[in-house]
């Protein structure tokens, strides 16, 4: 398939788990691909690597003009670069609330600030924001990102509202428990990390993580233009953890 030959997209975060494995596939269907990421290190060699910070709006700005004067253009702008966070409305202190929201929120804007008037004059313009799951779906430990990613649900919409008109279509996926290199960190932290990750896998109604490679594909449907229909979608990838109610397996 090669529906993004021609376009040019930035993926942020985009030098590890979801937002790498989006790269490669963008690029694998045409794309020249830019990931802005805090390291860029690794890249394959037909990724154009960018070093910046989402909290920083001046290397945002120069990071975004670095991609269209090298390529000459932008049509598609992945919002992916996030951080975690574990614990409950007690847990976290109001620094680490503060860098959260920069990070998963005012990060996306800062990018989208600076993308919009390059998109407005392509004819295939698009945004994709990685939201997840507990934007609203309860789950245990997790207040500061769940409150992050259900901002990250509301400017998805907003965003597609307020640009639809320009011909710039504006989505979210919304990623379930996934096998990220967070996913390990947090891991790693617990009593019994092998035990931990069976627990996590069983809670799954597939018995097993999401794949990044799972949740770029959702990203790739809705950034092509192959898609142009959808606006202000928000396209749940999660094993079907929050529309299912499935009884416990039978004993024997």
């Given at each position: 398939m090669s529906d993004f030959t021609g376009l040019v997209a930035l993926v942020t975060g985009g030098a590890s788990g979801i937002g790498l494995a989006t790269a490669?596939?963008?690029?694998?269907?045409?794309?020249?691909?830019?990931?802005?990421?805090?390291?860029?290190?690794?890249l394959p060699d037909d990724i154009f690597g960018v070093q910046a910070d989402v909290t920083d709006d001046a290397q945002v700005q120069a990071a975004v003009e670095t991609v269209v004067e090298r390529?000459?253009?932008?049509d598609v702008v992945v919002n992916?670069?996030?951080?975690?966070?574990?614990?409950?409305?007690?847990?976290?202190?109001d620094d680490e609330w503060a860098r959260v929201l920069d990070v998963n929120v005012i990060g996306m804007v800062r990018v989208a600030r600076h993308a919009v008037p390059h998109l407005r004059r392509s004819p295939a313009a698009?945004?994709?924001?990685?939201?997840?799951?507990?934007?609203?779906?309860?789950?245990?430990?997790r207040a500061l990102y769940s409150a992050s990613k259900g901002a990250v649900y509301a400017l998805t919409l907003a965003m597609?509202?307020?640009?639809?008109?320009?011909?710039?279509?504006?989505?979210?996926?919304?990623?379930?428990?996934?096998?990220?290199?967070?996913?390990?960190?947090?891991l790693r932290h617990?009593?019994?990390?092998v035990a931990a990750r069976a627990a996590l896998d069983a809670f799954q109604p597939t018995g097993r993580l999401v794949t990044a490679d799972e949740v770029a594909g959702a990203i790739a449907y809705l950034a092509s233009p192959l898609s142009s229909a959808s606006v202000g979608t928000v396209l749940a990838v999660d094993n079907g953890m929050h529309g299912l109610r499935l009884r416990p397996p039978a004993r024997d």
């Open positions: 490669k596939l963008l690029s694998g269907r045409g794309a020249t691909v830019a990931a802005l990421d805090l390291k860029p290190e690794g390529f000459g253009r932008l992916n670069a996030g951080i975690g966070a574990v614990g409950d409305v007690t847990a976290n202190s698009a945004i994709v924001n990685t939201c997840s799951i507990v934007a609203w779906a309860g789950v245990q430990q597609a509202a307020d640009h639809v008109r320009e011909g710039i279509r504006v989505n979210c996926v919304a990623p379930g428990s996934a096998d990220t290199p967070w996913i390990d960190r947090s617990t009593a019994d990390p």
